[in-house]
């Protein structure tokens, strides 16, 4: 039998004190304005949007940062997530001529550079090709969705992972960052996990604090930042070891040296078995099953 207002008034069960929200609405819905019901200092702190921009307010921003995603995503029963970085800049297979083609004006130097960005198209339907097959697995575990595609919700690598998500039936997370020039998420993010940050320590640990597998593709300054992020936390012990799947073995040796690395002294050898190259979306999946002895 429900209960009703009166009965839940007088009875042991339900709250006590009005909820935020109502508090909110009874402030608005006050019939008096004076100078001081007007004044800036007599909002509620909580709806005061210059109070919370100020500089002395930015703890409370970083813990609103970090507790937003954590809820949003213990509401959607994400249990883990398959992060994939890779390069904003890599075309899709269909538009890789048209990036060649709006270089042939151009210098020797950007004609080359679009050629090579053309030639990484390939990454950009492994890692469609990789979110798909996570995702048709549909794992669940303790009523929790496992191995959730989760990218930087932006164009490219990131976009070939929302959207081979999107293609299998499964929805996918975003994890979009504001920048100082135009930016947006891309259409394959599910809506209701397409979530934005202002601070990229907090999005980064985002990335991490659920991650049971991260593949990397060819990127840039963000791709590196992410990646040697990921292997620190590792090599240091601050965080367990996951599987990562260094797609593009030629691109990453030819910009890093990693035997280098190890033969400088500045890293142990056994530190360059924290990742793994792979070229095929089929052989990364593997070794995540292997990882975890999940059934191929």
């Not at 005061?48 to 002395?56: G, V």
């Not at 800049?89 to 053309?118: C, F, H």
């Not at 947006?184 to 599910?190: D, E, F, H, Q």
Request: with cysteine; glycine share 6%; charged share 25%.
């Amino acid at each position: 039998m429900a209960m009703t207002d009166k009965q839940n008034e007088h009875g042991l069960v339900g709250r006590r004190f009005y909820p935020a929200n109502e508090e909110a609405r009874f402030t608005e819905d006050c019939p008096e304005h004076t100078p001081q019901t007007e004044h800036p200092a007599y909002r509620l702190a909580f709806r005061d949007t210059d109070f919370l921009l100020r500089d002395e307010m930015r703890p409370v921003r970083f813990q609103l940062e970090l507790q937003k995603p954590e809820m949003l995503l213990d509401e959607a029963r994400v249990g883990s997530t398959l992060v994939m970085y890779g390069s904003a800049r890599i075309p899709s297979p269909e538009n890789a001529q048209a990036k060649i083609d709006a270089a042939a004006g151009g210098s020797e130097y950007e004609q080359l550079v679009a050629k090579r960005l053309a030639d990484k198209a390939k990454y950009y339907d492994q890692a469609y090709q990789l979110a798909r097959l996570a995702s048709e697995k549909a794992i669940i575990e303790n009523g929790l969705r496992q191995f959730v595609v989760c990218s930087g919700g932006g164009p490219s690598i990131m976009e070939a992972a929302n959207r081979g998500a999107s293609d299998a039936g499964a929805e996918s997370i975003g994890l979009n960052i504001v920048l100082p020039h135009e930016q947006a998420p891309n259409s394959y993010v599910t809506p209701y996990l397409s979530l934005n940050f202002h601070y990229f320590a907090l999005r980064k640990m985002h990335f991490l604090l659920r991650a049971r597998a991260v593949a990397v593709f060819p990127g840039g300054f963000g791709t590196f930042d992410e990646f040697f992020e990921l292997l620190t936390l590792i090599q240091t012990g601050k965080m367990k070891p996951i599987p990562i799947l260094l797609f593009g073995k030629d691109f990453w040796n030819r910009v890093v040296n990693f035997e280098a690395i190890a033969e400088e002294g500045t890293i142990a050898k056994k530190d360059l078995e924290l990742f793994k190259f792979c070229e095929d979306h089929e052989e990364a999946w593997n070794h995540i099953a292997e990882f975890y002895e999940l059934d191929r």
